[in-house]
């Protein structure tokens, strides 16, 4: 069974540039969400879906964030513009529900310059 | 509001000798603890969880932790450290009660084994 993909695993891009993310559950995982992982420290939840919905974006610094999951399946997450300080790991997990372990992805490193 | 605090951002052992990771959580509802492993470029793997019942918890590659809600705690152990523990380790409690994917993660611990 395929774990959690993500894509692109690495990305570069200049400051002021728009990024986005895709992150692709394990089949039938319902429940999806987007961790930031800043160097050096825990990751940090930005959002979280049940389905298409997002049920929980507090986090979610909406003035350049944002985020999709169209049909309920995979989900893109997207910045613009980025900032130096948007400079960390992005991991997408999914979970059959919020009540079950949650599997992450690989990560994309992005690193803005 | 829940938080988690590892002691120790880098632990060093000699392969062999005993693990300890250390564990302490806050929460206002009961606690569900992970320990996940993230080793270098990779996503996050579980290694063990206590939601209720035993407070002894068994995971993956011989590592367990107990939870012992008078202190607050969910340290990590492994008996004997291969080389192939060095990695980071992080620790989570849930945000929300019964949640097992919505989690506040500790800042990490950097697993070094010395052969």
């Known amino acids: 069974e395929a774990g959690v993909v993500q894509s692109p695993r690495y990305k570069i891009i200049e400051k002021k540039q728009p990024v986005a993310f895709w992150c692709n559950p394990i089949?039938?995982?319902?429940?999806l969400y987007w961790y930031l992982q800043n160097l050096g420290q825990g990751p940090e939840l930005l959002i979280r879906?049940?389905?298409?919905?997002?049920?929980?974006d507090s986090q979610l610094p909406k003035d350049r964030f944002s985020a999709e999951r169209l049909k309920g399946v995979d989900s893109t997450l997207k910045i613009q513009p980025a900032e130096l300080g948007d400079s960390a790991v992005y991991l997408c997990?999914?979970?059959?529900?919020?009540?079950?372990?949650?599997?992450f992805g690989q990560g994309t490193r992005l690193t803005v310059v | 509001a829940q938080s988690v605090t590892q002691l120790g951002s880098h632990v060093s052992v000699s392969e062999g000798a005993l693990v300890l990771l250390r564990c302490n959580y806050s929460?206002?509802?009961?606690?569900?603890l992970f320990w996940y492993v993230q080793y270098p470029n990779q996503g996050l793997q579980l290694l063990l969880k206590?939601?209720?019942?035993?407070?002894l918890v068994k995971g993956i590659n011989g590592f367990e932790a107990e939870f012992k809600k008078s202190e607050t705690s969910f340290h990590l152990t492994k008996p004997s450290a291969h080389m192939s523990d060095a990695a980071e380790y992080f620790c989570?409690?849930?945000?929300?009660?019964?949640?097992?994917?919505?989690?506040?993660f500790g800042q990490g611990t950097t697993l070094q084994v010395k052969p």
């Open positions: 879906y049940e389905n298409e919905e997002a049920v929980d």
């Open positions: 089949s039938g995982h319902n429940t």
């Open positions: 989570a409690v849930s945000d929300e009660a019964g949640n097992t994917g919505k989690l506040i």
């Open positions: 206590y939601t209720t019942g035993a407070t």
């Open positions: 929460s206002s509802v009961p606690p569900y």
């Open positions: 997990a999914s979970s059959i529900t919020g009540n079950t372990e949650a599997f």
